[in-house]
């Protein structure tokens, strides 16, 4: 490796270290920046001695480059067939973000779901379809839980809380779905939890505040959850709120649609109100809605309900 191109990699090294440590998890790479940091590998590569013992080259990610664009750090292997797994320094690659096996084609035997999920995950980290978001935010928040869950939660787009920790519902709202979840009986480690937007909603000029997602972020993003939900195959699907419903099935009216099952793709979608909804709210009526809900849920799934259960929230007398 040439002492110039050693000094670029150790400069380029530092930057990125200083941008981790504040927090940012992907970096926009122009094509330019792509194409001289291989330079000097490709020639090293041509080497006999090195190139013999030089490791395959990883695909991190399974889309084929698109140098029109800019790519996050996640993807720059797929730029430059030089640059491999040795040369890539490890800090590049976040310590939860290792690699992940090559995509699965859809029409493959049902397999390992988390390792689809894992490649349908390395996708939508690299994704900057939408230029303001993918300049924005901290995170992509893919979803979290159980790839071989029975139930699954859909909200509308991460906030604040949920762009820092790159996890979904875990802010105040998160905490109100996260309390359901366990009066259920169940866990975030056992249910699945998803978003129509991955992206934090940007709000410029403004350093908290949430916005609704837009018609366009929503098609442009919803594509993910549809093969996330193809993936885990739930038997049941929970929609949070308008923003969900719409998202999933295109229609409006929660509060005339909640509590009464739809259906997603052959899968029961039980529409319901949204967390944050209820915190605002305050309203012990619509919790109470929002609990017989679940109450549905759980009984169209089979799960044990208790009489303790069953009395939540019900009048007395
Ligand atoms: N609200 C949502 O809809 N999703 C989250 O992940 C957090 C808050
Ligand atoms: N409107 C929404 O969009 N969501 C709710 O949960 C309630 C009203």
Redesign the pocket.
């Given at each position: 490796m040439s002492r110039e191109y050693r000094a670029l990699l150790e400069a380029t090294l530092g930057h990125l270290r200083e941008l981790k440590a504040r927090g940012v998890r992907h970096v926009q790479v122009s094509p330019e920046v792509i194409e001289t940091l291989s330079r000097p590998l490709a020639i090293r590569r041509e080497t006999p001695s090195t190139s013999a013992t030089a490791p395959p080259a990883t695909q991190v990610s399974p889309e084929p480059p698109d140098r029109s664009r800019s790519a996050p750090i996640g993807i720059i292997a797929t730029s430059a067939p030089a640059l491999t797994e040795a040369d890539r320094p490890p800090s590049l690659l976040p310590a939860n973000e290792a690699v992940t096996p090559s995509p699965v084609s859809p029409g493959m035997e049902p397999g390992d779901k988390a390792a689809r999920l894992a490649a349908l995950r390395t996708r939508a980290l690299a994704c900057v379809k939408c230029a303001h978001l993918a300049a924005s935010r901290r995170n992509v928040?893919f979803g979290v839980g159980n790839p071989n869950a029975r139930l699954m939660f859909v909200?509308?787009?991460?906030?604040m809380?949920?762009d820092f920790q790159g996890?979904?519902?875990?802010?105040k709202?998160?905490e109100l779905?996260t309390r359901i979840i366990q009066t259920m009986g169940l866990s975030r480690e056992t249910v699945y939890?998803a978003?129509?937007l991955k992206c934090r909603p940007d709000t410029p000029g403004q350093a908290t505040g949430?916005r609704k997602p837009t018609p366009q972020e929503m098609r442009t993003c919803v594509p993910f959850l549809h093969e996330q939900i193809a993936i885990i195959q739930p038997d049941a699907i929970v929609a949070?709120?308008g923003?969900?419903l719409e998202g999933l099935l295109g229609t409006g009216g929660i509060s005339r649609l909640r509590g009464k099952w739809q259906t997603y793709r052959g899968i029961p979608l039980m529409p319901t109100f949204?967390?944050?909804f209820l915190l605002h709210q305050e309203s012990l009526a619509n919790k109470r809605l929002v609990w017989e809900d679940m109450l549905q849920v759980m009984e169209r799934l089979g799960l044990p309900i208790s009489e303790k259960q069953r009395a939540y929230f019900q009048r007395p007398g």
């Open positions: 928040v909200g509308e787009a991460p906030g809380d949920e996890e979904p519902f875990v802010g709202a998160g779905l939890i978003n129509i949430n949070l709120g923003t969900a949204h967390p944050a």
